[in-house]
């Protein structure tokens, strides 16, 4: 099938509905989305959106905090931009229908959060996410002008010669699940908003869609990718075997909880002056020194002496989750790791979410925009994504009457090598338990040169057994999932390996100082790795 469309989104988190609602005033709208609408990261936010509300407060704070958690790298202008606009991002959400907490004067309240210096957190209790999630979704479906095709996803972007030029791109090929088919959708302008990549790693925080499908088919398409060696780790998800991914969220810690190690010692004060409220790649690496250094499997984080009816109406999803799995975070401490949670790096954007491929933009968490720098402060990337959402939908607004002067090309239809069904299913199991694994053990937490080097030749094996298998069989979605994995995987070691200091959430054992020569993003465009450079059938 083939159909054709002013905007195509790709995801329907935060950042592709906000975009969705905003250019639904411009033209019309399609929003693929790879599982159920609801499946996101988004829906799993607990802590909240940050913007500059309470009197204490000002702009400079927020920018201050952003800036010192994003040790060098932060533009400055996206910082500011970001900032100023957050206010009115949130009074948007709320417009939308996002219902938030207030306090007894009726006005928001304000939580605070790990690396933040004011209370700033708009927040829906800890289910923030899921309320923002709700309300953006019953106003997209309410939306005359945006089609969701669920279960569908992105397999490919669809690029052009432009008269010589530059490559364009001019849509994507699309993989209807239910119908098993690749579609081909055409639109004057391409937005990828699919979310970050935790599954890269064995333990994360993140849903399963997480695959980094969206950096990978950038990559794939010639966009540029930014500071792929920022991977934040989460420092507290609830350590329980049975609880897939489950995270405590830093507002604990910032209302008081204290990490301590099994015998009940606190030891946050040991690694930083900010103690329980430091940093949060501070504390991931010190829970993971902790554990090391102690031979324990967990820490604990303990908010016990917080008064119960408190935390049971301050934290009623984290407290019913816990009890779930038998754990009363009111009377016990509540066993914790640190797991893959943010990525910081993605497609490079400008202002205005566009990528370096022109008809390509990214929101989002797929997104390098230079908010985050070498580290995320929490709660900025909800933000992030409302924000550039806005900026992208006003500026096309004034684009898109052009760009339908121009008739949208004739492009061949999808074809892989050859489809035929695979009856080797395990094949892309094992290679996904392997990929997440080495990534977990060598490009964690704790980096060294010799484990990346042993990382980059293990994964370029696995890339071109995946790259191989691909091209023979039919494509699935576990398969089109870890082709992108094992690509955003070598994004991410490659720019380890060639950041040779350690600034914010890259540390190396072997280049632990933070040096100047080194205070710029790291890019890597197509090319750079040359055995990603494929070419569709090249392999069959
Ligand atoms: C547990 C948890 C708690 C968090 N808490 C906070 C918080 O309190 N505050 C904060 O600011 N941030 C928080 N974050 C981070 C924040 O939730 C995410 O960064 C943000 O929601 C990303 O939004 P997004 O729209 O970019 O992506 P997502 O919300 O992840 O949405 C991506 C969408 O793309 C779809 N998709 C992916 N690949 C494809 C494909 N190939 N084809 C079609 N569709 C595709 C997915 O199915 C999904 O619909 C948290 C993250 C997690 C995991």
């Not at 790709?10 to 929003?31: D, K, T």
């Not at 990261?41 to 702009?59: I, K, M, N, R, Y």
């Not at 303990?302 to 407290?319: G, L, Y």
Request: glycine share 10%.
């Amino acid at each position: 099938m083939r159909e054709s469309t002013d905007f195509l989104v790709i995801g329907s988190g935060i950042a592709g509905l906000s975009f969705a609602l905003h250019a639904a005033r411009h033209g019309e709208v399609v929003v693929v989305t790879k599982r159920a609408a609801g499946d996101s990261a988004t829906s799993w936010a607990q802590g909240g959106v940050a913007a500059v509300l309470g009197p204490e407060d000002s702009f400079s704070k927020h920018a201050d905090d952003t800036r010192v958690a994003g040790a060098g790298l932060c533009h400055d202008i996206v910082v500011d931009l970001c900032v100023r606009e957050a206010p009115e991002a949130v009074r948007w959400l709320a417009g939308v229908g996002a219902s938030f907490s207030t306090n007894s004067n009726g006005d928001l309240d304000l939580g605070r959060e790990g690396g933040h210096s004011e209370r700033r957190v708009v927040h829906a209790g800890d289910i923030t996410g899921r309320e923002i999630q709700r309300a953006l979704l019953e106003a997209v479906r309410a939306s005359p002008n945006i089609r969701m095709l669920e279960w569908h996803m992105g397999v490919d972007l669809i690029t052009m010669s432009s008269f010589g030029g530059p490559d364009i791109c001019v849509g994507a090929y699309v993989l209807d699940e239910e119908r098993g088919v690749v579609d081909t959708i055409l639109a004057r302008t391409t937005v990828l908003a699919t979310g970050g990549a935790g599954k890269v790693y064995l333990y994360t925080s993140n849903p399963d869609v997480a695959t980094g499908d969206g950096v990978a088919m950038a990559f794939r398409a010639g966009a540029e990718v930014a500071n792929m060696e920022f991977f934040q780790f989460h420092p507290t998800v609830f350590y329980e075997p049975k609880a897939k991914s489950f995270l405590l969220s830093e507002a604990l810690r910032g209302e008081g909880a204290t990490l301590r190690l099994p015998d009940g010692q606190a030891f946050m004060a040991r690694h930083h002056a900010l103690g329980d409220l430091a940093p949060r790649d501070v504390v991931a690496r010190a829970i993971d020194f902790e554990m090391k250094r102690s031979g324990s499997e967990f820490v604990l984080l303990d908010i016990t002496h917080k008064a119960a009816d408190f935390v049971r109406s301050r934290f009623p999803n984290i407290h019913a989750e816990c009890k779930s799995y038998g754990v009363d975070i009111t009377s016990e401490p509540i066993p914790v790791v640190p797991a893959a949670h943010y990525l910081c790096g993605g497609v490079t954007s400008d202002l205005h979410g566009r990528s370096t491929l022109p008809g390509l933009w990214v929101l989002g968490e797929t997104a390098c925009t230079g908010l985050h720098g070498a580290n995320r402060l929490a709660s900025n990337s909800l933000l992030e994504g409302l924000v550039m959402a806005r900026r992208a939908a006003d500026k096309l607004g004034g684009l898109i009457e052009g760009l339908r002067g121009t008739p949208l090309p004739e492009v061949p239809e999808w074809q892989t090598g050859s489809a035929v069904p695979s009856d080797e299913a395990v094949v892309v199991t094992h290679n996904w338990d392997e990929l997440r694994r080495l990534m977990w053990n060598s490009v964690g937490l704790v980096r060294t040169d010799a484990r990346l080097r042993r990382a980059a030749r293990r994964v370029a094996l696995l890339e071109q057994e995946i790259r191989e298998y691909y091209w023979k069989h039919l494509v699935t979605r576990d398969l089109l999932e870890l082709r992108n994995i094992a690509t955003v995987a070598e994004l991410v070691i490659s720019s380890a390996a060639s950041r040779r200091e350690s600034r914010g959430l890259h540390y190396t054992i072997d280049h632990p100082d933070t040096l100047a020569e080194f205070a710029s993003d790291t890019v890597v465009k197509r090319g750079v790795l040359p055995h990603l450079r494929e070419r569709r059938g090249a392999a069959a």
